[in-house]
Nanobody, 120 residues
Protein backbone atom coordinates (compact mmCIF):
# COMPACT_ATOMS: atom_id res chain seq x y z
CA UNK A 1 0.00 0.00 0.00
CA UNK A 2 1.05 3.57 -0.64
CA UNK A 3 0.03 6.62 1.34
CA UNK A 4 0.59 10.33 0.84
CA UNK A 5 0.61 12.66 3.83
CA UNK A 6 0.37 16.40 3.29
CA UNK A 7 1.25 19.15 5.71
CA UNK A 8 1.85 22.89 5.83
CA UNK A 9 -1.49 24.45 5.01
CA UNK A 10 -3.07 27.17 7.10
CA UNK A 11 -4.21 30.76 7.30
CA UNK A 12 -1.93 33.53 6.12
CA UNK A 13 -2.28 37.19 5.24
CA UNK A 14 -1.99 38.36 1.67
CA UNK A 15 1.66 38.78 0.75
CA UNK A 16 2.72 36.07 3.14
CA UNK A 17 4.27 32.66 2.55
CA UNK A 18 3.52 29.02 3.23
CA UNK A 19 5.35 25.81 2.45
CA UNK A 20 3.45 22.63 1.69
CA UNK A 21 4.97 19.18 1.99
CA UNK A 22 3.77 15.81 0.72
CA UNK A 23 5.52 12.62 1.76
CA UNK A 24 4.85 9.21 0.25
CA UNK A 25 5.34 5.97 2.14
CA UNK A 26 4.67 2.29 1.64
CA UNK A 27 5.56 -0.25 -1.02
CA UNK A 28 7.29 2.15 -3.39
CA UNK A 29 9.62 1.06 -6.15
CA UNK A 30 9.98 4.40 -7.88
CA UNK A 31 8.27 7.76 -8.18
CA UNK A 32 7.77 9.46 -11.52
CA UNK A 33 6.07 12.84 -11.58
CA UNK A 34 4.97 14.76 -8.52
CA UNK A 35 2.76 17.77 -8.33
CA UNK A 36 0.22 19.95 -6.62
CA UNK A 37 -3.32 20.77 -7.65
CA UNK A 38 -5.89 23.00 -5.99
CA UNK A 39 -9.62 23.35 -5.83
CA UNK A 40 -11.38 26.51 -4.75
CA UNK A 41 -15.03 26.50 -3.68
CA UNK A 42 -17.31 26.19 -6.68
CA UNK A 43 -14.45 25.62 -9.07
CA UNK A 44 -12.85 22.63 -10.73
CA UNK A 45 -9.57 21.22 -9.54
CA UNK A 46 -6.68 22.85 -11.39
CA UNK A 47 -3.00 22.18 -11.83
CA UNK A 48 -0.65 24.33 -9.78
CA UNK A 49 2.73 22.83 -10.58
CA UNK A 50 4.37 19.55 -11.52
CA UNK A 51 7.90 18.20 -11.42
CA UNK A 52 9.31 15.26 -13.36
CA UNK A 53 11.63 12.59 -12.00
CA UNK A 54 14.55 14.46 -13.55
CA UNK A 55 13.53 17.77 -11.97
CA UNK A 56 11.80 19.51 -14.85
CA UNK A 57 9.04 21.79 -13.63
CA UNK A 58 5.82 23.19 -15.04
CA UNK A 59 3.76 25.94 -13.41
CA UNK A 60 0.33 27.40 -13.92
CA UNK A 61 0.60 30.94 -15.26
CA UNK A 62 -1.19 32.26 -12.18
CA UNK A 63 1.61 31.11 -9.84
CA UNK A 64 4.72 31.60 -11.97
CA UNK A 65 7.29 33.69 -10.17
CA UNK A 66 5.59 33.22 -6.81
CA UNK A 67 5.54 29.45 -6.21
CA UNK A 68 8.50 27.07 -6.32
CA UNK A 69 8.20 23.30 -6.56
CA UNK A 70 10.96 20.96 -5.47
CA UNK A 71 11.41 17.31 -4.58
CA UNK A 72 13.59 15.22 -2.32
CA UNK A 73 13.81 11.78 -3.88
CA UNK A 74 15.52 10.28 -0.84
CA UNK A 75 12.51 11.25 1.27
CA UNK A 76 9.82 10.61 -1.38
CA UNK A 77 8.68 14.15 -0.69
CA UNK A 78 7.56 17.05 -2.82
CA UNK A 79 7.49 20.64 -1.56
CA UNK A 80 5.59 23.70 -2.70
CA UNK A 81 6.99 27.00 -1.50
CA UNK A 82 4.32 29.66 -1.91
CA UNK A 83 5.33 33.31 -1.66
CA UNK A 84 3.47 36.55 -2.25
CA UNK A 85 0.20 34.79 -1.60
CA UNK A 86 -3.01 36.33 -2.87
CA UNK A 87 -6.61 35.86 -1.82
CA UNK A 88 -7.24 34.01 -5.08
CA UNK A 89 -4.77 31.35 -3.96
CA UNK A 90 -7.28 30.27 -1.31
CA UNK A 91 -8.17 26.64 -1.99
CA UNK A 92 -7.72 23.08 -0.88
CA UNK A 93 -4.36 21.92 -2.17
CA UNK A 94 -3.89 18.32 -3.23
CA UNK A 95 -0.63 16.50 -3.79
CA UNK A 96 -0.32 13.90 -6.52
CA UNK A 97 2.52 11.45 -7.03
CA UNK A 98 2.84 8.95 -9.86
CA UNK A 99 4.22 5.89 -8.12
CA UNK A 100 5.35 2.50 -9.33
CA UNK A 101 4.80 -0.08 -6.62
CA UNK A 102 6.93 -3.06 -5.74
CA UNK A 103 4.57 -5.14 -7.87
CA UNK A 104 5.36 -3.19 -11.01
CA UNK A 105 2.17 -1.21 -11.63
CA UNK A 106 2.20 2.59 -11.83
CA UNK A 107 -0.68 4.57 -10.38
CA UNK A 108 -1.62 8.12 -9.50
CA UNK A 109 -1.83 8.61 -5.76
CA UNK A 110 -3.47 11.63 -4.15
CA UNK A 111 -3.08 13.23 -0.78
CA UNK A 112 -6.00 14.04 1.48
CA UNK A 113 -5.86 17.75 0.77
CA UNK A 114 -4.72 20.67 2.89
CA UNK A 115 -6.55 23.97 3.23
CA UNK A 116 -4.77 27.19 2.34
CA UNK A 117 -6.61 30.38 3.24
CA UNK A 118 -5.24 33.79 2.32
CA UNK A 119 -6.88 36.74 4.02
CA UNK A 120 -6.85 40.12 2.32
Amino acid sequence: QVQLVESGGGLVQAGGSLRLSCAASGSIFSINAMGWYRQAPGKQRELVATITSSGGTNYADSVKGRFTLSRDNAKNTVYLQMNSLKSEDTAVYYCKQVIRSMWGREYDYWGQGTQVTVSS
